[in-house]
Structure formats: C-alpha cells, structure tokens
C-alpha cells in the first residue's frame, strides 16, 4: 500500500510569514495525527482528527496554529504568523483506528525553517 | 501527564555488537511502541508491544507491563542500524501516543 504522503519536504520562510503543509494519509485510516518534532526531542502532538472530527487538538497553538480535514481524508496543517520557535519538523501520521489498538505509520515529514 | 524515559540516551557500538534499550513508563499503559527514526528523518514502527515479547529478525522487544518498562533488543548490530529509537505509550483512556526522549544509537564499522 502507499505510504503517508507530505509535502513540501523542506520549507525556510521569515518569521511572521505563513506556511502550509499537506498530509494524505494511507487509503482507509480513519485516523490522522501531526507532529511537531523539534531537533533533539520526541515528536509532541498538535492535533489528532478522526474522520473529519477533531479529537485532540489540545497541545496545538491556536492562536497561529490551524489544521483542517474537511472530507475526512487529506489534511492542511497551517502556521500564520510563523515564530522562530516553530522551526521544525512536522510529521503527519495515520493509523487504522484509534484507541489501544492502534499502529501509526509515519510520513516522511516536512522541515521548516524559521528565519 | 505521563512520563516516558528512555536510556540510555547515546549509544555507540561496534558493528556486531548486541545492545538493549530500555524505556520506563510512569503510568498503566494500553499500548507500548517502539519506532527507529533513521539519519534522514523517517519514523518506522518497529514493533506494537503493550505486552508479552515479540521478535522480528535481529531485533526482539519485550514488555512487562505491571512493572511498566519495556526493552528492545538488538543483535548483531550494523551500520544501518543507526539511528534515534523511539518508545511510545497510549495511557489508558487517552487518545494519542506520547512519545520518550529516545535513544540515538550510532553503529561504526
């Protein structure tokens, strides 16, 4: 089966400026996940959607943070204005279910630069 | 929150050389992973363990769960092992994974 597909891989932009990423997730899974991963650490979540419903979204920024998936299939990850601090990579996941049972599989993420 | 520590934080071995990771996790747990993410920055999961001992290839992962830790094993090591490996816990009645420091593991030939 495909992968979970990102794009763009790499993105430098100035801060106060905004960006958007994009995740299609593998055909089927009901359950999308971003990561914001800064160098050095885990992967923390921002936002976890199931179908086009929001699940958690409590660590995500909302006041320059916002992500949608309106059919409940790929989804946009957009940061407006853009911090130095969120210099990162954000990784996009899916998984068949969620819950206990479930078994992520990750995009290849994208990196973003914050001048 | 739930805190998951990883140990040990660096690791460099020589190729062939066995090793073990280990991963304590401070609450009860439904669902325990281990993931490598590789130089170029893709996340693999290796293994779905919230308990019991599973083996693929060289690597091996086992997880006791009442005393809240799990290993991953690795044997036979080589350069394409390299990496940061990654455990991540769903705590029971939470949605979402949460991930460890992880351990970055160099393998030199």
């Known amino acids: 089966e495909a992968g979970v597909a990102q794009s763009p891989r790499y993105k430098i932009i100035e801060k106060r400026q905004s960006v958007a990423f994009w995740c299609n997730p593998i055909?089927?899974?009901?359950?999308l996940y971003w990561y914001q991963q800064i160098l050095g650490q885990g992967p923390k979540l921002l936002i976890q959607?199931?179908?086009?419903?929001?699940?958690?979204d409590s660590q995500l920024p909302k006041d320059r943070f916002s992500a949608e998936r309106l059919k409940g299939v790929d989804s946009t990850l957009k940061i407006q204005p853009a911090k130095l601090e969120d210099s990162a990579v954000y990784l996009c996941?899916?998984?068949?279910?969620?819950?206990?049972?479930?078994?992520?599989?990750f995009g290849a993420g994208s990196r973003l630069t914050v001048l | 929150g739930i805190q998951v520590e990883q140990s040990p934080p660096d690791l460099i071995l020589q190729e062939g050389a066995n090793s073990t990771l280990r991963c304590n996790f401070s609450?009860?747990?439904?669902?325990l992973q281990w993931f490598h993410q590789n130089p170029w920055g893709q996340l693999i999961n290796l293994f779905y363990?919230?308990?019991g001992t599973k083996q693929n290839g060289r690597l091996s992962a086992t997880t006791v769960a009442t005393e809240r830790y799990s290993l991953l094993y690795i044997s036979s090591s080589q350069t394409t092992d390299s990496g940061v490996y990654f455990c991540?816990?769903?705590?029971?009645?939470?949605?979402?994974?949460?991930f460890g420091t992880g351990t970055r593991l160099t393998v030199i030939p």
């Open positions: 991540a816990v769903l705590k029971a009645g939470a949605n979402n994974l949460f």
């Open positions: 996941a899916s998984s068949r279910q969620q819950g206990d049972a479930n078994v992520l599989t």
């Open positions: 959607f199931q179908n086009n419903g929001v699940v958690d």
């Open positions: 609450d009860s747990v439904n669902n």
């Open positions: 363990i919230p308990s």
């Open positions: 055909s089927g899974h009901a359950t």
